[in-house]
Nanobody, 115 residues
């Protein structure tokens, strides 16, 4: 059974940084792609960053240059380093594992950026 658990969210001032972690279990992690998404109140969930099994990362334009996705296959962990945070980055952040046609989600972690 695949399980994803996010951590590292919290309250931070604008301009600050946070590092989110996603722990993955029950998966052949090294061959799976992982993505980070977020959902702000009243808005649709949006994709932020994606990293494939080879470590190639892609980003949505709104976070490119500020956020960095990385993975540690030995630890079954994925990270999202978030710098230069803005109030509009306030949302619940989710990690997602992608295996072929199947996707698995974590429960999310709240990030709040104060102005």
């Amino acid at each position: 059974q695949v399980q994803l658990v996010e951590s590292g969210g919290g309250l931070v001032q604008a301009g600050g940084s946070l590092r989110l972690s996603c722990s993955v279990s029950g998966s052949t992690f090294s061959i799976d792609a992982i993505a980070w998404h977020r959902q702000a109140p009243g808005k649709q969930r949006e994709s932020l960053a994606h990293i494939d099994s080879g470590g190639v990362a892609t980003y949505v334009s709104s976070v490119k240059g500020r956020f960095t996705i990385s993975r540690d296959n030995a630890k079954n962990m994925v990270y999202l380093q978030m710098n230069s945070l803005k109030p509009e980055d306030t949302a619940v952040y989710y990690c997602k594992l992608i295996r072929g046609y199947y996707t698995y989600w974590g429960q999310g972690t709240q990030v709040t950026v104060s102005s």
